[in-house]
């Protein structure tokens, strides 16, 4: 046996019937200069519209080179990323080395070589570390003087978790319609009814302390929750037996299961949004799957194919911006009137049209980040000479647009924002309003079918997805667990 050789190599040589008497010693001639590895950290993009670049650039880099901050949303450049399946966030914090195959001695003359307008243009990027690529993000967040306003969102309802007791005094009907609760353990207010002359029963005239979809909790005091229908029957039996009795004591409380219907828009060209919204994490010790919050997605401008630098022509066919030039008008409506065009909810659903010059060469003045680098237009953009995009919305929220006015009182795409989808602004109202979370909520049932314990939060946002694709539709309970503890914990009054 060979000393302190490996089994593996020993049979391996074996196998050739050689000893290591057989092997030759390397000797400094033997050894010639290593053929390096390709440099995966290197990336060449290539540029073909006559469009922004689309790149926000960080300039007084300590370290001498220009650094891509990021790729913004509705930019050509992130449009690049995404032709070539790359993903526009890797692209933070790189460094740009060569513009049309040059590597420019100067950062001057490479922002120079940025800021020509011509195409195709190409650019190699080395892409950097996590580390750099921070470091840039927190430079440009405390460089910032003025951050981003925060969106406008839906109000959260107050979360009630308590109990409210109602006095019936008159001799009338009550004038409720009450259904099963959803998982059978009482009743539910349904509706208010109204006498046959059109006379407001006793129960609506306790507006704010009775609302549709509330649990009746107890009668005359009597606990009427219960799992099985066991509440339910008791309920029914104690309202037959009692409730023409006065006084009459119902007691109310918040529901704990909140059942939402998730539709796809049928006035959109395409998806908005959907089960890829829906953050999930799974309680360990209860095995419930909760509700983690919510991703923003695409807005329907981005999804248009609408890109920074655009022109906002017409607004539901009535001129704005260049639009007015186009057909003739003397004037134009000023950028704070478009604004509140696409505000008024009259207008919608409204249609959008954007249009996309053929050149545009006019050169940007410099600061530390550069959006629209080489791409202001030269002269007035003319319809013979441009293209179009068309944007539909059912309402404001949908547009994610931040337009601003150029010369000719034209108007262009300075951004564009993610926007909340579907799913979230239907379930914004049951947000905590105390900490802006939802993980007081579970994911109870997925189209009815209850989540088994053994659910993982894949196997529920799958769920939600096949529903959403092939129905086009998902109807997701959530269950307030604070809540739902609260109610079986009550007992009789």
């Known amino acids: 046996m060979n000393q302190g050789l490996s089994p593996f190599w020993d049979v391996l040589l074996r196998t050739a019937k050689l000893g290591l008497e057989d092997l030759e010693v390397a000797t400094q001639k ?3 200069e290593a053929t390096p590895e390709p440099d995966n950290a290197l990336i060449e993009l290539v540029w073909r519209e006559r469009l922004p670049l689309g790149m926000n650039l960080l300039l007084n880099d300590e370290g001498g080179q220009l650094k891509v901050v990021d790729f913004p949303r509705g930019s050509q450049a992130r449009t690049v990323c995404e032709g070539r399946n790359l993903d526009p966030n890797d692209f933070k914090g790189a460094a740009i080395i060569a513009v049309n195959g040059i590597r420019y001695q100067t950062e001057d003359d490479l922002f120079e070589a940025l800021r020509d307008p011509s195409r195709p243009k190409t650019i190699q990027f080395e892409l950097a570390e996590s580390e750099d690529a921070e470091r840039i993000r927190r430079f440009v967040e405390e460089s910032q003087d003025n951050p981003k306003t925060k969106k406008p969102t839906v109000m959260a309802d107050d979360r009630d978790i308590s109990t409210r007791d109602v006095d019936f005094m008159d001799d009338m009907d009550l004038g409720i319609e009450f259904a099963n609760a959803h998982d059978n353990t009482g ?19 306790k507006k ?24 339910k029957i008791l309920a029914l039996k104690l309202l037959e037996a009692e409730g023409k009795q006065r006084p009459l004591r119902l007691t109310f ?17 395409f998806v908005i949004g959907g089960p890829v919204e829906v953050l999930l994490k799974e309680d360990k010790e209860t095995k419930r799957i909760l509700l983690d919050g919510f991703k923003e997605v695409d807005s329907v401008s981005e ?3 609408v890109l920074l630098g655009d022109y906002l022509v017409f607004v539901n066919g009535v001129s704005v911006g260049a639009g007015c030039r186009w057909m003739g008008e003397r004037s134009a409506p ?35 980040t550069s959006t629209l680098l080489g791409s202001a237009p030269e002269q007035a953009i003319s319809m013979e000479t441009s293209e179009t995009t068309c944007v539909a919305a059912d309402f ?17 795409v300075k951004d564009l924002q993610a926007i909340s989808g579907p799913f979230q602004l239907s379930t914004q109202r049951l947000r905590d309003p105390q900490n802006d979370t939802y993980n007081h909520l579970s994911v109870d049932s997925i189209n009815g079918e209850f989540v088994p314990s053994f659910a993982t939060p894949n196997l529920v946002k ?15 309970t959530y269950c307030d667990n604070d809540m739902k503890k609260f109610i079986f914990s009550l007992k009789d009054k």
């Open 253 to 269: 409380a918040d529901p704990y299961l909140h059942p939402i219907v998730y539709e796809q828009s049928q006035s959109l060209p």
């Open 396 to 412: 404001y929220e949908q547009l994610g647009l931040d337009l601003e006015l150029k010369a000719y009182s034209d108007i262009v």
């Open 30 to 32: 033997d050894i010639v």
């Open 208 to 231: 704010g302390k009775i609302h549709v979809g509330d649990l009746l909790t107890h009668v005359n005091g009597k606990l009427v929750v219960g799992e099985n229908g066991s509440g």
């Open 334 to 368: 000023s950028l704070v009137q478009v604004e509140e065009m696409l505000r008024d909810k009259s207008k919608y659903p409204i249609g959008l049209t954007f249009a996309r010059p053929q050149r545009q060469n006019k050169e940007r003045g410099r600061d530390w």
């Open 303 to 305: 999804k248009a194919g």
């Open 187 to 205: 009743l539910v207010v349904r509706k208010f009814l109204e006498s046959n002359d059109g006379l407001v029963l006793a129960a609506e005239r």
């Open 462 to 476: 799958s769920a939600m997805e096949r529903s959403w694709k092939s129905e086009k539709r998902v109807e997701v």
